[in-house]
């Protein structure tokens, strides 16, 4: 069975700094696609970013455009874990975060909820002004 389980979200200051942490269980992350989403209140759930592994450090990254140039997903394959970082961070980036994985498909990346077969229970982010 594959679980997911998010970690790292908390309260900051805009302009701050946060790292999330998806750990994965029944499933290695190298042979998947990963990805990051989050729901803001009153909202839909919304694509953030997302990666696909081939072996080695070789990897593809989408990342949404209000995002691209302040977070980065990464990885650490001997703890199964992907991380999303998130710097400069802004109240609209307020939301609860998930972490998902989905079969690796062919290019592009996924942006859609219904590329992805197994989710994390969110962790909540919160930036304040």
């Known amino acids: 069975q594959v679980q997911l389980v998010e970690s790292g979200g908390g309260l900051v200051q805009a302009g701050g700094s946060l790292r999330l942490s998806c750990a994965a269980s029944g499933r290695t992350l190298t042979t998947y696609t990963m990805a990051w989403f989050r729901r803001a209140p009153g909202k839909e759930r919304e694509f953030v970013a997302a990666?696909?592994?081939?072996?080695?450090?070789?990897?593809?990254?989408d990342l949404a455009d209000s995002v691209k140039d302040r977070f980065t997903i990464s990885r650490d394959p001997a703890r199964n874990t992907v991380y999303l970082q998130m710097n400069s961070l802004k109240p609209e980036d307020t939301a609860t975060y998930y972490c998902a994985t989905g079969p690796r498909r062919e290019l592009p990346i996924p942006r859609m909820t219904a590329g992805y077969d197994y989710w994390g229970q969110g962790t909540q982010v919160t930036v304040s002004s």
């Open positions: 990666a696909r592994w081939s072996g080695g450090i070789s990897y593809v990254a």
